[in-house]
């Protein structure tokens, strides 16, 4: 199966040390995560989003027999979508960050599965009063990203990206 974020190959490795990280490295390796998500975010890289189609028009839309992968087709009518979120044992919602396919195809979510920009997956795990923060990689090897966490790590990001002359991306969204 094609990876269509193959250019978050470094993310998903810097992921999978600060996972795998023993104690004494864990906070090192975190830091690296972090700046891996930073460069991605000023690439403007995206990840896959699921998405609820509120309205199922989407889902009337296509005839499942008919449609190829890669083909467009036209909905009669407007459709309402909503960012899936996450469910934790103790009846949290959380918004998952799934940093490529093979994350989002361990488990069950929504089955529309749109790219959305990494910048917007933050700041709407900021602003979204629904939930508590951001869960990465859900399924397999979950860590959360509490709304203070994420505060901070905008707040320098954003400061970093104004020094370096660098346009961050997302800022005119239509998520927010």
Known sequence: MKDNYIDNAALEAAYMLFIMAGEEERYDDFIRFLNELSRRMSEDGTVPMPFVDMTNAWIEAINIL????????????????????????????????????????????????????????????????????????????????????????????????????????GRNSMFY
């Open 66 to 169: 008919d449609v190829k992968a890669g083909e467009s087709f036209t909905v009669p009518e407007d459709v309402r979508l909503r960012m899936d979120t996450m469910t934790d044992s103790e009846g949290n919602k959380w918004l998952p960050l799934f940093i490529n396919d093979k994350a989002v195809n361990k488990g069950e979510t929504a089955n529309i599965i749109m790219p959305v920009a990494i910048y917007d997956v933050i700041r709407i795990g900021l602003t979204r009063s629904d939930i508590l923060g951001i869960v990465i990689n859900p399924f397999d090897n979950p860590f959360t990203l509490t709304k203070e966490i994420i505060e901070k790590f905008l707040s320098d990001y954003e400061a970093w990206a104004k020094r370096s002359g660098i346009e961050v991306p």
